[in-house]
């Protein structure tokens, strides 16, 4: 899994980047709207709360300012085969995995919810350092 966490910091450093730049310039909420696809209100609440923006709205949201969405892209991508295999895991192996994480992967499956929220994807960084962390030990 540590190509993963490498990928996922590789995709925060983006995500980074691309709230620099929100807050740095004066953005077009009208153009940004366009592209990302989303309202005026629903950008505005995303502003204040930047942990629910969206994996597949960073990738829109880097094509915007023109900074290289190779993560962002890369980590879609990767984000069903992780799901399919952490939920293949031995029960108490997997179990370990949502406590170090704090994220309810067979509900977020069986929702098929493969678009995350940064905040998860935060989760899931921390989760992945400490499960590889343990498992090092145990």
């Known amino acids: 899994m540590e190509p993963l966490q490498q990928l ?3 995709y925060m450093n983006t995500y980074r980047a ?3 730049r929100m807050k740095d310039r004066a953005v077009d909420s009208r153009g940004l709207s366009e592209t990302v696809r989303l309202t005026e209100n629903t950008i505005r609440l ?3 709360k930047p942990g629910l923006w969206r994996v597949s709205e960073v990738r829109l949201l880097a094509e ?3 900074i290289p969405d190779n993560a962002c892209v890369r980590l879609e991508q990767e984000l069903a085969p992780f799901m399919s295999q952490a939920l293949q895991m031995p029960p108490s192996k997997h179990r370990l995995l949502e406590q170090a994480t704090q994220l309810h992967l067979r509900r977020m499956s069986a929702n098929k919810r493969l678009d995350w929220p940064i905040e998860d994807i ?3 960084r921390k989760g992945l350092q400490q499960f590889e962390a343990n498992a090092c030990v145990g």
Do not use: A, V
């Open 46 to 48: 995303r502003r204040q």
């Open 122 to 124: 935060e989760k899931l």
């Open 18 to 20: 691309i709230m620099w």
């Open 64 to 66: 915007y300012f023109g």
């Open 8 to 10: 996922i910091d590789s």
